[in-house]
């Protein structure tokens, strides 16, 4: 029997603003639908984690939905179509940024607006997951000691205090943590996700695990293909592109 896989989809703005960290709406629905329809169990990071330690058991392939940022097109556009298919996702919060615009490296023009604390607390209560994507949207490596604690410790502390459940699982923005970084997020966190292109099958490192793009699989003929289990060739060309990009130039950091 083969290992089980699991595929964290990767989204960020689900509007129709252009770019690979925008959506568009009817593409995302296109996207949920075929997920619904192919009856792959979806998942939460709390079961692939539970999984890890022994206390269960995954499919041979299961999905798990991810969201950074926060943005409000999540509870405008995404979260309708979730509920509709009864799919629970998880939203990375950056803190200092709930109820403003993003304001980070790499925004979009004009700047698109985050949900406030009352929507997310509403959305909570719906089933939504959040987690931790920082205070600041801050490039973790680059930080002293004392301000990395601060944007791991802060942010989880006021995530818990507004909704009033633990935070166990994190972000870093642009998907950069290095072993050192990485150690300290075990220390606050069950689990961390990266922007690497691929699935976390039982090898990967639960504090680095990779996630698909979605923005590669805008085609909806691709998407089945992948869902059906005849994607690996195009997701492992994709990764081959994107390491030769990275050998050349600084590679892509998505958000």
Do not use: C
């Not at 692939?48 to 999540?74: C, K, N």
């Amino acid at each position: 029997m083969a290992a089980p896989v699991v595929d964290i989809l990767m989204y960020h703005s689900i509007s129709n603003r252009g770019g690979a960290t925008s959506i568009p709406p009817a593409v995302f629905a296109e996207q949920m639908a075929a997920l619904a329809r192919s009856e792959l169990p979806v998942i939460t990071l709390d079961d692939l984690v539970a999984a890890r330690e022994g206390r269960g058991a995954l499919a041979p392939h299961s999905v798990i939905i991810t969201f950074d940022d926060g943005f409000q097109d999540f509870a405008n556009a995404a979260w309708p179509v979730l509920q509709r298919h009864g799919l629970r996702p998880m939203v990375y919060l950056p803190t200092s940024f709930v109820g403003r615009a993003e304001g980070w490296r790499g925004i979009a023009d004009p700047p698109r607006a985050l949900m406030g604390w009352a929507t997310i607390r509403a959305l909570a209560r719906e089933g939504v997951a959040f987690g931790s994507h920082t205070v600041t949207h801050a490039e973790l490596d680059t930080l002293s000691p004392e301000a990395l604690e601060a944007e791991l410790v802060t942010a989880r502390t006021e995530i818990e205090d507004r909704l009033g459940h633990p935070v166990r699982h994190f972000a870093p923005p642009y998907g950069i943590a290095g072993p050192a970084v990485r150690a300290r997020i075990a220390e606050s966190y069950h689990s961390s996700v990266g922007t690497r292109l691929g699935r976390a099958g039982p090898g990967a490192d639960v504090f680095d695990l990779p996630r698909l793009e979605m923005f590669y699989f805008t085609s909806l003929a691709r998407w089945r293909a992948h869902l059906a289990g005849r994607g690996e060739i195009y997701l492992r060309a994709r990764a081959a592109m994107r390491a030769a990009r990275g050998a050349l130039v600084k590679p892509w950091r998505g958000v």
